[in-house]
């Protein structure tokens, strides 16, 4: 059996598909804490997980358009390179995919908003590990990741394959990392462990996980889940008419806003509710705002955002005001006046006043929907 050795897992998860193992977070759950805890944390998989036998076995490759290939072990990684701490959002492309699938029916995991969590992660720098490898800015373009896991789509047997833009990867406020810790613990089997890649501001499917090989090319990685799936096709497209050509690989996230607390079609009684939920912004800086709706979209009231939240008496660093980019999430929360059966919506605006569309863009694969968040609520009885 491929799928005899999984890791244990925590049964308060919402589990979508079994084999290859995907499971949400309990979206309530969510707003609990500022980090998403490792074992409650979405898991997304498209294979079974890879079992390494010892950690002094494992070895990262860094080869292609460089000038000295390495050979790296976990010491390695964590020894001869600066250790870097970063606390960023990790987003499925697909989340929220159950809502659009509404419009029109969706082939692909079926997400509520719980495949999106906030984790703090340790490494060393994607660029520090590059610049070690003499790579050539000038000759290659991509940098391109190999997962251990061996998903069926990719037809040549290889691992998991995405690659990103060598721009990013050599930009040092961009913070991409090779990752060993995931809130401060070594990351699980689910997450990656040993080694996992960690893209800010990227959807989840650049994170590779499990990571092995890493090749600096001059083209895009021509990896199954960067040509035939996690792309944003025009609404005209189905499996009829596709042209996964048409339309280039997703990268950046999109701003997002999702209620959390109440789950939806929840039974309340008429009085105060404080809802609460989760934005987290794409291109801007940081989420500016975040609005709820209780009467259909005619007023909208701003929500209380919590930014940050102390772990293991480490303190968030000022990013914002230091004019960095925000990676992380924001909470948020609200007390509106409930009167059932009723709507609350919510959505987010950036700091490039980037917000969202009121409904979703129906799409082939089901990704990026970042519409409008609706939440049904119903009357007790
Ligand atoms: N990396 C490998 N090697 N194999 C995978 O299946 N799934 C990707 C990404 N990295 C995947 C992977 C996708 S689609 C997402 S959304 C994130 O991992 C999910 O990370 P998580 O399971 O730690 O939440
Ligand atoms: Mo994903």
């Known amino acids: 059996e491929k799928y005899d050795k999984e890791p244990p897992r925590r049964k308060e998860l919402i589990v979508n598909c079994e084999k290859p193992f995907n499971a949400e977070t309990r979206p309530d759950l969510l707003p609990r804490s500022f980090y ?68 029109k029916p969706i082939q692909g995991v079926p997400w509520l908003h719980g495949a999106a969590g906030n984790a703090v992660w340790s490494g060393a720098l994607l660029k520090d590990v590059l610049m070690a490898a003499g790579v050539y800015p000038n000759k290659a373009e991509h940098v391109e990741f190999e997962g251990a896991d061996l998903p069926p789509e990719e037809e040549n047997r290889s691992g998991y394959l995405a690659s990103i833009p060598l721009k990013k990867a050599l930009d040092e406020d961009q913070e991409v990392l090779l990752a060993y810790e995931m809130n401060g613990e070594i990351l699980s089997r689910d997450h990656g462990y040993p080694l996992r890649v960690i893209v800010p501001g990227f959807v989840g499917a650049r994170s590779v996980k499990w990571l092995s090989r890493i090749i600096c090319k001059m083209d895009s990685s021509e990896g199954f889940f960067m040509t035939k799936d996690y792309k944003y096709l025009p609404s005209s497209m189905d499996f009829g008419n596709v042209d996964w050509s048409s339309t280039p690989p997703i990268m950046n996230l999109s701003v997002q806003c999702a209620i959390c607390d109440p789950l939806p079609d929840t039974k309340l009684s008429q009085g105060p509710y404080k809802v609460r939920g989760y934005a987290l912004t794409g291109k801007g800086d940081h989420i500016m705002r975040v609005e709820l709706s209780v009467n259909g979209s005619k007023d909208w009231q701003e929500a209380k955002l919590i930014k940050g939240e102390k772990i293991a008496n480490r303190e968030i660093p000022k990013r914002i005001t230091a004019g960095l980019k925000d990676w992380s999430w924001v909470l948020w929360e609200l007390v509106v006046d409930i009167k059932p059966p009723m709507v609350i919506m919510a959505r987010a605006i950036d700091s490039a006043c980037n917000t969202q569309p009121e409904v979703p863009l129906w799409n082939l694969r089901g990704v990026m929907n970042n519409s409008w968040h609706k939440v049904n609520i119903l009357p007790l009885t």
């Open 36 to 103: 998403v805890p490792n074992d409650l944390f979405f898991v997304r998989n498209h294979a079974p997980v890879p079992v390494l036998r010892s950690e002094e076995e494992f070895r990262l490759r860094v080869e292609g358009i460089v000038a000295y290939p390495l050979l790296l072990s976990l010491q390695d990684l964590k020894t001869k390179f600066r250790k870097h701490t970063v606390t960023a959002v990790l987003q499925c492309a697909g989340n929220r995919r159950t809502e659009m699938s509404r419009i």
